[in-house]
């Protein structure tokens, strides 16, 4: 199978097969957050499953910025053990165990954060629960600078703790992404306006890490094909900004697509032929392709591994990203090797509230209660209701407010 082939990174790290779990936030760390032992647990479950590689979910690189209440913070060396016992998780195992670090701009819950940052002072405006979102201050140069230094450092630490490499989000409407976009970036100095000026954030981000890390160290990136808003980001200049980091030197670039305003990362919103298409950002791949030789990963609707095989046969992307399957058939690598399991097959969860369930919030929640079962060592549940999902959000909110948090 070309899913069963290895994958050799510019930097010279391989990657045993080509099936990639991609990034889902745990959601499991509040408090302190520190990874604790479901969190590590769940991870354990998912090597065992035999991928290629697993990102994890994005990792805080500020304890200012956090992007919802469970998130896992790395800024300094507090919980450097708990690390060393989440990456220890590959060790001797051929899997590959990459953290997304993120930050979180303007995308942050008003409620856990003093103060939200972003590029501009933009507010994110989501369909529902829009009051979830603050009006942010716009960042200074020095804090920029603080921030590019964050990502480097984070990721300096967790590549002592032991984990093989690391990819940064620069997608779904974050911070990276924040600086990319035109409706978010409004800045008059020379870390806005023209594509130079926006893509100047990233390209600084990427090189701190590298400068860290070393060359021999995979770094990859999770970005948008488009952010799918009138005078967002666009496919055209996604695909320049691609090049300019496949050119840097980047190891693996994943494409996804939208934000929290179009959450079209996870097929919320596009057309009902592209989700049923399965690879909803299939078209962009294949455009760049021919741009740059840096392999590409592509997440997004992948459900049969006809689909899958046929992507990987045609050229247009080296490596199959999946996250929700994944949550459901947390060993679907080798089941899908084993040739036991062909489709994916994922219920949609739905309120039956329009604007509720066009969100995805109920979706990527659903998913996430599947994420704490795996790690309370239960089985996924496949008929939980959506109205499930409610309850326990309000559970979490409890738990989290007697946390103090
Ligand atoms: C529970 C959940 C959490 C997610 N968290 C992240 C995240 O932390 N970082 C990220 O880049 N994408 C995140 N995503 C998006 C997925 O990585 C992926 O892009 C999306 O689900 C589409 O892929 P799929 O159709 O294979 O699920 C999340 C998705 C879900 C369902």
Not at 14 to 28: G, H, T, Y
Not at 42 to 49: A, E, I, P
Not at 310 to 332: C, K, N, Q
């Amino acid at each position: 199978m070309y899913l069963q082939q290895e994958l050799t990174l510019p930097c010279g790290v391989k990657l045993q097969n080509r099936i990639a779990k991609s990034a889902m936030s745990e959601n499991m760390a509040p408090g302190h957050h520190a990874p604790t032992n479901t969190l590590i647990h769940v991870y354990k479950r998912w090597t065992d499953g035999g991928s290629g590689l697993l990102l994890t979910g994005n990792i805080m690189i500020d304890r200012k910025a956090i992007g919802e209440p469970g998130n896992v913070v790395v800024e300094d060396k507090t919980h450097f053990a708990l690390l060393q016992q989440w990456a220890s998780v590959v060790k001797d195992t051929g899997v590959h165990l990459w953290p997304q670090i993120n930050h979180p701009g303007r995308q942050a819950i008003g409620a856990i954060n003093k103060e939200v940052v972003a590029p501009s002072a933009v507010r994110t405006n989501v369909q529902i629960m829009s009051s979830l979102f603050k009006q942010p201050r716009a960042l200074t140069e020095i804090e920029i600078f603080d921030i590019i230094e964050r990502f480097g450092n984070t990721a300096l630490i967790l590549k002592e703790a032991g984990f093989t490499g690391v990819q940064i989000h620069g997608a779904h409407g974050y911070l990276v992404s924040q600086f990319l976009s035109p409706l978010v970036n409004q800045r008059k100095d020379k870390w806005g306006g023209s594509l130079e000026n926006r893509a100047r954030f990233v390209l600084e981000v990427y090189r701190n890490i590298r400068k860290k890390v070393g060359n021999a160290f995979p770094v990859g990136i999770k970005i948008n094909s488009a952010d799918f808003q009138r005078g967002g980001f666009t496919e055209e200049e996604s695909m320049e900004v691609v090049k300019l980091l496949g050119a840097e030197g980047m190891d693996l670039i994943e494409v996804s697509g939208g934000t929290y305003e179009q959450p079209a990362m996870t097929g919320a919103g596009l057309k009902k032929s592209t989700q049923e298409r399965e690879a909803y950002f299939l078209d962009y791949v294949q455009k760049v392709r021919n741009l740059l030789s840096t392999p590409l990963m592509l997440t997004g609707g992948f459900r049969t591994v006809a689909t899958m095989e046929r992507a990987l046969s045609e050229g247009a992307l080296d490596v199959v990203g999946i996250a929700r399957p994944f949550t459901l058939y947390p060993d679907l690598p080798n089941r899908i090797f084993a040739g036991e399991l062909t489709y994916l097959d994922i219920p949609i969860p739905q309120m039956g509230l329009k604007r509720l369930d066009a969100s995805g919030a109920v979706d990527v929640k659903w998913h996430e209660i599947q994420i704490h079962r795996l790690g309370k060592g239960k089985k996924p549940k496949t008929n939980l209701s959506a109205y499930s999902v409610i309850g326990h959000n309000l559970s979490v909110m409890m738990k989290n407010l007697l946390l103090g948090k």
